[in-house]
């Protein structure tokens, strides 16, 4: 099977798709696959650490406000469309599948007047601009929340999750902890705002440290790069000084961290959903106010009816209810316990195999 995945800009958008290549290629060991981004994108950085050939696309997204830019935006999506067909024309595929981001949306377009079969995969409770305009075009719309089937048509549309819950739901609990100076066989809060941080996050987390010290139980706080050093700063101290808390500019190996906490500290984006979803994780979610539509808490409020996470609005928190949040979910086992089955019937753990089924259906 020839399979090209398009998608960019956003981890969100990216690990979805690398989740279900290496799906593919347990799944059939002689598929070929190509990548195709774009050229300012996080994919630059993410696909040359893999073995997945990798083209990019000169692209970018429309501005809200009146611009001339939106004039090259659209001279550089119609010059992608024609560069695509040529991509496709020489990789051959069989199946074309976008995951968002403008890339995909010249890229699957393409596809679809090429007459090759297409699918797109939203991650989202709410979908982004580029997959409601393809969903007229494509065969096939892949979910991973029920919600946002509402914005798609009936007759294309199937629950599949997203491929990165399954991809995480085989961890198992190891010793990682020590390596962050905290002990393994204790329970442990993980805090975490994005590659980049959150900046309200971390001020309520740091606000907090003084009273998260006391605890009977641990934090791992990761506070973004950009953060660190401030932080470092404002506790006023090493950050060894308390021997239940570590903090750290970023986690390397964060699901595998993930599978050794007990709740889970931070926004509501699609990648960390299918992660703590598909682990079992119960989390207490901060949805970021600054992304289209508002799809973080939309998303968090899908996890909310569900019983697996609590949600705290980003106006909202204060270092006050950010530990009574934590300490009432932290103490009582019987509600963790409860909110772990929740999140873990929210992660569909096979989700990169029911869009395989999907891309079976079509080629």
């Given at each position: 099977m020839k399979v090209l995945v398009t998608g960019g800009g956003t981890g969100g958008h990216i690990y979805p798709?690398?989740?279900?290549?290496?799906?593919?290629?347990?799944?059939?060991?002689?598929?070929?696959?190509?990548?195709v981004g774009a050229t300012r994108g996080l994919e630059n950085k993410i696909l040359p650490k893999t073995d997945i050939p990798f083209k990019t696309l000169e692209i970018q997204g429309f501005k809200r406000s009146l611009s001339l830019d939106n004039f090259k935006t659209i001279q550089l999506f119609l010059k992608s469309i024609r560069e695509a067909k040529k991509i496709l024309a020489e990789f051959q595929p069989d199946i074309v599948i976008g995951t968002g981001g403008y890339v995909?949306?010249?890229?699957?377009?393409?596809?679809?007047?090429?007459?090759?079969?297409?699918?797109?995969?939203?991650?989202?409770?709410?979908?982004?601009?580029?997959?409601?305009?393809?969903?007229?075009?494509?065969?096939?719309?892949?979910?991973?929340?029920?919600?946002?089937?509402?914005?798609?048509?009936?007759?294309?549309?199937?629950?599949?999750?997203?491929?990165?819950?399954q991809e995480v739901g085989e961890l198992t609990k190891s010793e990682i902890l020590k390596e962050y100076n905290l002990d393994p066989n204790k329970k442990t809060v993980l805090?975490?705002?994005g590659s980049q941080g959150a900046m309200k996050i971390n001020q309520a987390v740091v606000a907090a440290i003084p009273k998260f010290a006391e605890k009977n139980y641990q934090l791992l706080y990761a506070s973004g790069e950009r953060y660190y050093q401030e932080i470092e700063?404002?506790?006023?101290?090493?950050?060894?000084?308390?021997?239940?808390?570590?903090?750290?500019?970023?986690?390397?190996?964060?699901?595998?961290?993930?599978?050794?906490?007990?709740?889970?500290?931070g926004r509501a984006g699609a990648t960390s959903i299918a992660e703590f979803t598909g682990l079992g994780l119960p989390a207490i979610l901060i949805p970021s106010p600054y992304v289209t539509n508002d799809h973080q808490t939309k998303?968090?409020?899908?996890?909310?009816h569900?019983?697996?996470?609590?949600?705290?609005?980003?106006?909202?928190?204060?270092?006050?209810n950010l530990v009574v949040a934590v300490d009432t979910i932290m103490n009582d086992e019987v509600l963790?316990?409860?909110?772990?089955?929740?999140?873990?019937?929210?992660?569909i753990t096979d989700a990169s195999e029911r869009l395989y089924q999907l891309v079976k259906t079509l080629i």
């Open positions: 798709a690398l989740a279900f290549v290496n799906y593919v290629k347990e799944k059939e060991p002689n598929s070929s696959f190509l990548y995909s949306g010249a890229v699957v377009y393409a596809a679809a007047k090429m007459k090759i079969p297409t699918i797109v995969h939203e991650q989202n409770s709410v979908p982004g601009v580029t997959n409601k305009f393809l969903a007229r075009y494509v065969d096939k719309v892949g979910i991973a929340f029920e919600d946002a089937r509402k914005y798609f048509p009936k007759n294309k549309t199937a629950l599949v999750g997203n491929p990165r819950a805090v975490f705002g700063e404002s506790i006023g101290m090493s950050k060894d000084a308390f021997s239940n808390i570590s903090i750290h500019p970023y986690i390397d190996r964060m699901t595998e961290v993930m599978a050794n906490c007990e709740l889970l500290i998303n968090a409020m899908s996890l909310v569900a019983g697996a996470v609590k949600m705290i609005a980003d106006s909202d928190l204060t270092e006050e963790r316990n409860q909110m772990a089955e929740a999140s873990k019937s929210q992660g």
